[in-house]
């Protein structure tokens, strides 16, 4: 591939990441405190849904979102009452919810708009545009510098921004404040965390809940920006690549953006090379380069769990000692 080619590569990298990447540092909150969510699917669909549905009735995007966020985060709750408050399983309380969100989107997508689970298409601004960046038309045409600041820098929605942004703020947050370290505690020992007088219950709703509004930013993305409306299931697996992520980076932001920007970039290579002819191998069937962002997600689950490091509390529902 030529030079414009590499910079479309790059610049899709980063739009197809951006969903990845909101979901896997959702993922990040919530089981550094120790509660497992492998529903990060059924959040970013439901978001996906609300927010593309507010939207298209009332034609903004900033109400899409908002509407996203609280619908990614009631879930969100929902899994905490189960996990937290009732000490239910916490895989169980998640396969329930992707299950819930699948089947809800499509019931109420055609009660609602009477178009086979879709809403209606979106534009102007119910939907998030592109942002070119100061100077970006002027320095187009400079060598180097030119196509990068102006094609892969600029030109992104507004969440892909936020969602990079989220990286510093999450390592931030996490190593640098004192609700990141008690955040982390609680995740390795909860009693531990209980015994300074310091409420266990009420540290893991709050990573879950900042889990539900940075699933519900994922969601609304897929749906108000980089698409123009919600359709049936189309997180298509995103929050398992995500969680495969998260594994992967060994629950620690700045790998977790490079995991992300990994499937992105496989998803974006995997577009353009359908249908292209490999010397002493033939066409490449687009089945498999479809399956292969999944195929990955698999190898890496196979290879990396055993060595990756999870809190030692995470999965455990935390009992008081008396």
């Known amino acids: 591939m030529d030079a414009g080619a590499w910079i479309n590569v790059i610049d899709s990298t980063i739009r197809l990441s951006t969903p990845l990447l909101f979901a896997a540092l959702a993922g990040l909150y919530s089981e550094r405190s120790g509660i497992f969510d492998i529903s990060l699917e059924g959040k970013m669909l439901i978001a996906a849904f609300a927010s ?4 298209a009735v009332w034609g903004s995007a900033l109400l899409g979102l908002l509407v996203g966020v ?56 119910s939907r998030f545009g592109a942002i070119e960046l100061p100077g970006a038309a ?5 060598p180097v510098i030119g196509p990068i600041y102006a094609d892969i820098l600029s030109g992104h929605a507004i969440l892909v921004y936020v969602a ?16 990141g ?16 007088g310091i409420s266990v219950t009420w540290l893991r709703y709050r990573a879950v809940i900042i889990c539900g509004i940075l699933t519900g930013f994922a969601g609304t993305y897929l749906a108000v920006a980089q698409a123009a409306g919600f359709t049936r299931d189309m997180t298509a697996g995103k929050g398992y690549i995500a969680l495969a992520a998260l594994i992967f980076a060994n629950w620690k ?4 953006m490079l995991a992300c920007l990994l499937f992105g970039f496989l998803d974006a290579i995997s577009i353009r090379v359908q249908g292209v002819e490999i010397p002493l ?37 935390y009992v008081k000692e008396r």
């Open 253 to 256: 932001p700045l790998p977790v």
């Open 181 to 196: 370290l008690r955040l982390r505690a609680v995740g390795e020992n909860p009693a531990a965390v209980d015994t300074a």
């Open 138 to 142: 002027v320095i187009a045409d400079v």
């Open 52 to 55: 593309a549905s507010a939207a």
């Open 70 to 125: 609280l619908a990614a985060t009631g879930f969100s709750l929902i899994h905490g009452l189960a996990s937290i408050t009732y000490r239910g399983n916490q895989i169980v309380s998640g396969v329930a919810i992707n299950f819930i969100a699948a089947g809800l989107t499509i019931i109420l997508g055609q009660a609602w708009f009477a178009q086979g689970g879709r809403t209606p298409s979106l534009s102007g601004d």
């Open 281 to 317: 191998i033939g066409e490449i069937s687009v089945q498999f380069v479809q399956a292969l962002p999944y195929i990955l997600t698999v190898i890496l689950l196979a290879g990396f769990v055993g060595k990756a490091t999870p809190p030692k509390a995470g999965g455990v529902p």
């Open 164 to 179: 990079f942004l989220m990286v510093p703020l999450t390592w931030w947050v996490m190593f640098r404040t004192r609700f």
